[in-house]
Nanobody
Framework: QLQLVESGGGLVQPGGSLRLSCAAS????????IGWYRQVPGKEREEVSC??????????YFPGSMYDRFDVSRDDAKNTVYLQIRNVKAEDTGRYFC????????????????????WGQGTQVTVSS
């Protein structure tokens, strides 16, 4: 069974940092692009970051400069993709989902949500003092 499992969420104080993990089981992540998305109650799920597959062009995507505190990386040996958030702020609060899409070799990253067809259940991040 193909599965993505997010972890690393929780309660974090403003100014702290955290690393979210997206672990795959049942398949190898190296040929999949991975996206991270956040949803807050009452709002639509939004893009946070995406990274191309390991045999893609190595590109990453962030929606704007407000995400300069975010880093995305992958460790194919561990079949896991990470989202690092530094200097967390209240607006980072939300449920974070990772998603996967199979891509062709050399492809650039795409972050359009509807192009991702395998989703995890999410991990909750709450930023509060």
């Amino acid at each position: 069974q193909l599965q993505l499992v997010e972890s690393g969420g929780g309660l974090v104080q403003p100014g702290g940092s955290l690393r979210l993990s997206c672990a795959a089981s049942g398949f190898s992540l190296d040929t999949y692009a991975i996206g991270w998305y956040r949803q807050v109650p009452g709002k639509e799920r939004e893009e946070v970051s995406c990274i191309s597959s390991s045999d893609g062009d190595g590109s990453t995507y962030f929606p704007g400069s407000m995400y300069d505190r975010f880093d995305v990386s992958r460790d194919d040996a561990k079949n896991t993709v990470y989202l690092q958030i530094r200097n967390v702020k209240a607006e980072d609060t939300g449920r974070y989902f990772c998603a996967a899409r199979r891509t062709r070799s050399g492809a650039s990253v795409v972050c359009y949500q509807k192009s991702y067809d395998l989703w995890g259940q999410g991990t909750q991040v709450t930023v509060s003092s």
